[in-house]
């Protein structure tokens, strides 16, 4: 039997998540716990997990709190070889640090991609949920025009606060949490494992477009991937590479151009699609209104269009990657 402890009265979503976690692990409901005793936590068996709670951090006992005046590690202390982050970890990162790799390889993570799972899945989900717990902004691109904050995580398992009984409301939370958990990190799983298996043909490619002297920094794929900007971001940080050409993947038989995010902030483009000519228009099939990305009916035709788009970048004086326009409607 999975048996959890957790503090009693308003939950927040690191101990939802957290108790998510264990359930995924575990491969069955919790049995919980919901108080502050600490003559209750004392008494618990070895067996129980104590989350958010208690005072102590200790993996070896299974106690996982964060609000102690002790030292509390910060993900890149137990997992050194990624970026800081300036802020500890709550019981979310704490439980998922220690039980992260386990939890992927259950879900049918390689042990090649494993370790790369688990940084990926706390860089893009469990953070956010440690920064807001600690009261640290964690937001990324624009902090002014970040939309999407009012809906995190956080504020969206925090809902399930006074809706009915505090008890039942938090395991409502926790069936929540552990489905979107699953959704995500199996999603998560199978994008590491592609970005594996593309890494040498990406690879090949960018070196090609390094090679080309006549090259502007256009990145022209012959086969569709989902994972061309994730590794841009890693193999080339200094941004050469301002656009993308690669087929769509779909049966329609299109290609696509895209352009690389400002510093990887999504939609602030670095290069905006430039205008259409006329003797191109027959061959673009779709220019998004926020000139991110293009839809061409040929290969030769987003070629085109992307070399365009960079001679357009180049004539503004490198300046084009400041016009984000969602700021100017």
């Known amino acids: 039997m999975l048996d959890v402890i957790t503090h009693s009265g308003q939950f927040h979503a690191d101990e939802v998540v957290a108790t998510a976690l264990l359930e995924v692990l575990h491969g069955e409901p919790a049995r919980v716990t919901r108080t502050r005793s600490a003559h209750v936590i004392d008494a618990a068996p070895p067996t129980t997990y104590v989350i958010d709670v208690g005072g102590v951090y200790d993996p070896a006992r299974r106690r996982f709190d964060h609000h102690q005046r002790e030292p509390v590690p910060h993900f890149d202390e137990a997992m050194p070889e990624i970026s800081a982050y300036p802020f500890r970890m709550s019981s979310c990162g704490l439980v998922w640090s220690e039980y992260g790799e386990m939890i992927v390889k259950g879900l049918g993570a390689s042990p090649d991609t494993a370790e790369a799972a688990v940084e ?13 717990d600690n009261g640290v902004p964690y937001v990324v691109g624009n902090p002014d025009r970040n939309y999407a904050q009012p809906l995190h995580l956080s504020y969206c398992l925090g809902l399930f606060n006074n809706q009915m009984d505090q008890d039942v409301a938090f395991v409502a939370a926790v069936g929540h949490a552990k489905t979107l958990v699953l959704l995500y990190l199996n999603r998560m799983i199978a994008k590491v494992a592609e970005f594996a298996s593309e890494s040498d043909r990406l690879h090949e490619a960018l070196v090609g477009a390094f090679e080309d002297p006549d090259n502007q920094g256009c990145l022209v794929l012959d086969f569709p991937s989902r994972c ?23 049966d329609s038989g299109t290609w696509r151009v895209h352009t690389v995010d400002y510093h990887h902030r999504r939609f602030a483009t670095y290069a905006p699609i430039a205008p259409v000519p006329a003797h191109l228009e027959p061959r673009i099939q779709f220019v998004h209104n926020n000139l991110f990305m293009a839809v061409a009916l040929d290969r030769e035709a987003a070629i085109e269009l992307a070399e365009l788009t960079l001679t357009h970048y180049f004539r503004l004086g490198n300046t084009a990657h400041r016009v984000w326009r969602w700021m100017s409607t």
């Open 120 to 132: 990926t899945a706390y860089d893009n989900f469990f953070a956010a949920i440690d920064a807001h």
């Open 228 to 250: 061309v900007n994730e590794y841009l971001r890693r193999a080339d940080p200094r941004q050469h590479i301002k656009t993308i050409v690669l087929p769509s993947g779909d």
